[in-house]
Nanobody, 123 residues
Framework: QVLLVESGGDSVQAGGSLRLSCDAS????????LGWFRQAPGKEREEVAR???????TYADSVKGRFTISKDDSTKTLYLQMNSLRPEDTAMYYC?????????????????WGQGTQVTVSS
């Protein structure tokens, strides 16, 4: 059973924006660490952003000031707003959820992954 379903990926020009969504409605609540990762062809998967169940967020240096992670507890949806996109942002983007609820990101690990949504940024 797929617990996380991403959407919103597309092909855009550099400087453009996209908003990725991750449907986590299968979960009974979103009081857990959630994150976005990406993987470009030939590269290792990298963490883009995470949001603690209490709300604090963390970003990779490469996306700080351009990307924003957020969640809607009522719809159980995770978002990634991506602005000022660059060709180097091209990748498959995955959302992830931690193994344990009610635990800070620093004390748990991601255990569930979606199947990904493709983002392509052309120059």
């Amino acid at each position: 059973q797929v617990l996380l379903v991403e959407s919103g990926g597309d092909s855009v020009q550099a400087g453009g924006s996209l908003r990725l969504s991750c449907d986590a409605s299968v979960y009974t609540h979103l009081n857990l660490c959630l994150g976005w990762f990406r993987q470009a062809p030939g590269k290792e998967r990298e963490e883009v952003a995470r949001i603690d169940y209490t709300g604090p967020t963390t970003y990779a240096d490469s996306v700080k000031g351009r990307f924003t992670i957020s969640k809607d507890d009522s719809t159980k949806t995770l978002y990634l707003q991506m602005n000022s996109l660059r060709p180097e942002d091209t990748a498959m983007y995955y959302c992830a959820a931690a193994r344990q609820s009610w635990v800070r990101c620093s004390r748990t690990e991601f255990s569930e992954w979606g199947q990904g949504t493709q983002v392509t940024v052309s120059s």
